[in-house]
């Protein structure tokens, strides 16, 4: 289960440019997560969607700033959608699509593994997670929790040739690849190792352009342009 095929391409590639084209789009509120962790009762109540519009921060400018999770796909939401979460019968692993409401539902990420510590009315997410929405701090943007199949193939493109020259690259990859529950094709994450940040475009995913991971890694044979 999970990833258990890798592939790199490390080409050029402007930092924190937007694919050419927008990221392909499908619906995957039938999908399952393959395991339910819940009691009978709640497994045979429909599950609910929550939607919402929330105004995007940064972990940078929370109290303390927590600059490490800039290298995460993950969030932090209001402590009072929890409950509303679990009202709805929303299925714990929780992950969100969340998108600019200025590109009609074409400009979107995907988030997981969320915290519940932020202030009321705000979404937190890292860094690269505004340059691919398309947003600035402060502007709002749209949520909605969604399920995702699990991921078995990532493509990803490094946007520097430096990047090979790391003897432990695919060790490097397979581990902090684990603080992104969920990719989303046109992503372009960034990953710290020891002083340097290294980012990825996300240019294929199989078998479809968003997937949820929740396993282990387990790298192929990577291949470098």
Same mark, same amino acid.
């Given at each position: 289960?999970?990833?258990?095929f ?8 402007? @930092?924190?440019?937007?694919p050419?084209?927008?990221?392909? !789009? ?21 599950? *609910?969607q ?36 679990? !009202? ?17 539902g %074409?400009?979107?990420? !995907? ?12 979404i937190?997410?890292p ?15 749209? $949520? ?6 699990? *991921? ?25 690849l ?7 094709? *046109?992503?372009?994450? $960034? ?11 996300v240019?294929?995913? @199989? %078998? ?18």
């Amino acid at each position: 289960p999970g990833m258990n095929f890798f592939s790199n391409f490390f080409g050029g590639g402007s @930092r924190n440019q937007p694919p050419p084209h927008p990221p392909h !789009h499908a619906h995957f509120d039938d999908a399952h997560y393959g395991h339910d962790e819940f009691e009978d009762d709640d497994a045979r109540r429909p599950r *609910g969607q929550y939607e919402d519009q929330l105004q995007l921060m940064g972990w940078s400018f929370t109290h303390p700033p927590r600059h490490e999770k800039n290298y995460t796909a993950k969030v932090s939401l209001p402590q009072s959608l929890l409950p509303r979460l679990l !009202h709805l019968n929303v299925h714990s692993p929780f992950i969100f699509r969340i998108e600019n409401p200025l590109y009609d539902g %074409a400009v979107y990420t !995907h988030a997981g593994a969320p915290e519940f510590d932020a202030e009321e009315g705000t979404i937190v997410v890292p860094h690269w997670m505004s340059v691919k929405l398309r947003a600035d701090f402060f502007d709002m943007v749209k $949520i909605r929790t969604v399920s995702l199949p699990k *991921g078995c193939f990532v493509k990803l493109k490094g946007h520097s040739s430096e990047y090979a020259q790391l003897s432990d690259l695919r060790a490097v990859l397979e581990v902090k690849l684990k603080e992104f529950p969920c990719l989303t094709t *046109g992503d372009s994450i $960034i990953i710290r190792h020891l002083d340097l940040d290294m980012e990825f475009t996300v240019v294929e995913l @199989r %078998a479809i352009p968003q997937v949820f991971l929740d396993a282990g890694l387990d790298l192929d044979d990577a291949g470098f342009d």
